[in-house]
């Protein structure tokens, strides 16, 4: 009987501990390994945006992201666009708070006017790409209920796939699965289905590269399954840790950006 209990006993266990992480652990941890690390960050980006006919419109940006606070916490972001002409001398700029949605702005140089992002369009496309403004810097893990559907391998690496379900009944999506590496807690894949329960985008890392100790995501890819369209990410160089100004992220930089930092 007491090795009937035991074994009984130790299956529960087993059960219980069947997962080391709570999903909302395990997302916590993977946004700070995608969005948080180091203090600060840059990366001259080169964006691709290719049509379902092979067609292929490139964007050139430099991208800076400061964290102001404890990990999670608010960040800013700092956009400056060198080309194609008709996005050239933009500049986008969000405020990230925690558990609130974010401000976000956009200077247009062809009328002179920095325009509010009001929070209803965050959802809207990244100057034409398969991204999001959310995207850019990321979404708040609160809006989302999150759960563990099972532990499996994507790409050779072990992987949590977790199920987030917008709590909103006015996302574009209904669910989104995520392959997360179970030792970078970085996002491999991300399978995006709408209302109707059908795959409709997805997101995958192509390249990870080590800068400064940082496992980061140097190559990434959006594609719209229904439409056709993708759009490829490519940071030509990066680096973390370089000491940017808390200055930068202001109305006036958004209108004359100083080259120090776009360059």
């Known amino acids: 009987m007491r090795k009937l209990l035991l074994s009984v006993a130790v299956v529960l266990l087993l059960s219980q501990g069947a997962f080391a992480l709570t999903a909302d652990e395990v997302m916590r941890k993977s946004q700070t390994a995608f969005l948080y690390q180091g203090k600060d960050f840059k990366a001259r980006v080169m964006m691709k945006l290719v049509s379902k006919g092979g067609q292929e419109r490139v964007r050139e940006m430099t991208m800076l992201r400061k964290n102001f606070g404890p990990v999670g916490g608010e960040q800013k972001y700092f956009i400056y666009f060198f080309q194609p002409a008709d996005v050239k001398d933009m500049t986008f700029m969000v405020y990230k708070?925690?558990?609130?949605?974010?401000d976000r702005w956009l200077f247009v140089p062809a009328i002179n006017m920095v325009r509010r992002i009001a929070s209803k369009d965050k959802y809207s496309s990244f100057v034409g790409s398969d991204f999001t403004y959310e995207d850019v810097s990321?979404?708040?893990l609160q809006e989302d209920t999150h759960s563990i559907v099972k532990e499996e391998k994507y790409g050779g690496k072990d992987c949590y796939l977790v199920k987030s379900t917008p709590k909103a009944a006015d996302?574009?999506?209904s669910y989104k699965l995520s392959?997360?590496?179970?030792?970078?807690?970085?996002?491999?894949?991300?399978?995006?289905?709408?209302?109707?329960g059908e795959l409709y985008k997805v997101f995958t890392a192509d390249e990870i590269k080590e800068i400064k100790g940082f496992q980061t995501e140097t190559k990434r890819t959006m594609k719209?399954?229904?439409?056709?369209?993708m759009t490829q990410v490519?940071?030509?160089?990066a680096?973390?840790?370089?000491?940017?100004?808390?200055?930068?992220?202001?109305?006036?930089?958004?209108k004359q950006p100083?080259?120090?930092?776009?360059e």
């Not at 708070?97 to 974010?102: Q, S």
């Not at 179970?182 to 399978?191: A, H």
């Not at 719209?224 to 369209?229: A, I, P, R, T, W």
């Not at 100083?258 to 776009?262: D, G, R, T, Y």
């Open 258 to 262: 100083p080259k120090k930092w776009v």
């Open 138 to 140: 990321g979404r708040d």
């Open 179 to 196: 392959w997360i590496d179970k030792t970078s807690y970085l996002p491999l894949k991300e399978e995006y289905f709408e209302k109707r």
């Open 239 to 254: 680096d973390y840790d370089i000491g940017v100004e808390d200055s930068l992220f202001s109305e006036r930089f958004l």
């Open 234 to 237: 490519v940071y030509i160089k």
């Open 171 to 173: 996302m574009e999506y």
């Open 224 to 229: 719209n399954l229904q439409s056709g369209h």
């Open 97 to 102: 708070y925690p558990g609130r949605d974010a």
